[in-house]
């Protein structure tokens, strides 16, 4: 094998994957939205979970969607100054886009005050919540939905970094074009904990009757895919064996299916395929890995009863009664409900079904089990 060789996996935050697998249907809904038109509940769409489940490569996905059908696409990371940098940065740059377009007249920003193209502002004006800079935005995603075929897509990361207000402003905003029934859709994806506290503003109803999807463990049929094809067009094939190992062992969750796949095909760089016993020496390198940057610092996150309810669950195999972990714990009903609501807010566990709950991440489980022996 050659020195020039290049590891495909991606296991870095944010970095697409080689091989987007599973979530199907969740990205169906999305493009149908896209498609349905103006009212349908899928324009306004949240993708939640904890760190790692990949929420950001999902809205990359819901991104490619629109583009797919000629959308303008506004992508924003949220952080303090998030509508500040979207009048001045991504808007503009919009407009830039829209004017790049062959087929589509050329546009202007025509500023605030301006009419243009029959559309009338009397929905905003009156409306003594909307300050200038956001009758201005709303202004500007009308003048791009409804100019031509174009939809305007507004994708928002890392919500819960959001200042409520701002996200107060942008839902506003968003809500004023689904009004005037313009191409305009929202997608935005947070965890659990942060955008919780967002979505209880009761002022931002907008987001609260969003499409939510929270982001499960990714199929192991599909899994298999997302490790076989990246390793083989890379040149190095995973033996049957190697590959079954691998896919077992990312328990579904995507941030582990890249470090799985990276490690795998990094153990011995001078082999033709990955054997049973790279896949071995793989999988550990990505355990440590996995526990080190995702499930030390949830672990860190809990409270002492927390704890003492996540390893209630430890020894059932996939979901855990409330009654066992009450009997288990010593905690009474009161305070099992109220842990409970909390680690589901945390993104440490999952409801499953009345009076059961499961690890949002299996991994985790596995975890907390070698922490119990060591
Ligand atoms: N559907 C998928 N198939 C294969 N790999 C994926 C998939 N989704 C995400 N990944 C990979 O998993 C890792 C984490 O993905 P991503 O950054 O999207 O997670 P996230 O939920 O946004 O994490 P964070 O909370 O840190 O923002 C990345 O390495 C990414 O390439
Ligand atoms: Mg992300």
Not at 186 to 212: E, K, M, Y
Request: proline share 5%; aromatic share 6%; charged share 25%.
């Amino acid at each position: 094998m050659s020195d020039e060789f290049r590891n495909p996996f991606r296991p870095t935050f944010g970095s697409p994957p080689p091989r987007f697998v599973g979530r199907e249907a969740i990205r169906w809904s999305f493009a149908q939205g896209l498609d349905d038109g103006p009212g349908s509940p899928a324009r306004a769409t949240l993708y939640v979970g904890a760190r790692g489940v990949g929420k950001t490569a999902m809205l990359n996905e819901a991104e490619r969607e629109a583009e797919l059908r000629g959308w303008i696409v506004i992508r924003e990371t949220a952080r303090a100054g998030l509508v500040d940098s979207l009048m001045r940065a991504r808007i503009p740059e919009a407009f830039a886009a829209l004017d790049g377009r062959p087929s589509g007249p050329a546009r202007r920003i025509t500023g605030v005050d301006t009419p243009f193209g029959g559309v009338s502002f009397d929905s905003t004006t009156n409306d003594p919540e909307i300050s200038p800079d956001l009758r201005s935005m709303i202004e500007q995603l009308e003048q791009i939905a409804s100019t031509g075929d174009t939809g305007v897509l507004l994708s928002i990361d890392e919500l819960h970094a959001a200042a409520t207000e701002e996200i107060r402003e942008i839902a506003i905003a968003i809500q004023h074009t689904f009004r005037r029934q313009l191409n305009v859709a929202f997608v935005g994806a947070g965890l659990p904990a942060g955008l919780d506290a967002i979505l209880d503003d009761d002022i931002i109803t907008f987001l609260r009757r969003a499409d939510r999807h929270d982001l499960g463990p990714i199929d192991l049929t599909l899994v298999d895919e997302g490790l076989r094809d990246p390793a083989a067009k890379a040149g190095r094939p995973f033996d049957d064996d190697a590959l079954r190992l691998a896919t077992a062992a990312t328990e579904g969750f995507a941030f582990m299916i890249q470090l799985v796949g990276f490690h795998c095909i990094n153990v011995d760089r001078t082999s033709p395929t990955i054997t049973v016993a790279d896949a071995r020496i793989g999988i550990d390198a990505a355990r440590h890995r996995v526990d080190s940057l995702v499930h030390e610092p949830e672990f860190r996150g809990l409270t002492d009863r927390e704890r003492a309810f996540v390893f209630a669950m430890v020894d059932d195999a996939d979901e855990t009664a409330m009654a066992a972990i009450r009997e288990r714990t010593g905690l009474d009903m009161n305070n099992t409900n109220t842990h409970r609501h909390r680690l589901i807010r945390k993104g440490v566990i999952r409801p499953v079904r009345k009076g059961y709950v499961a690890f949002a991440n299996a991994g985790f489980r596995t975890y907390l089990g070698n922490r119990k022996l060591n």
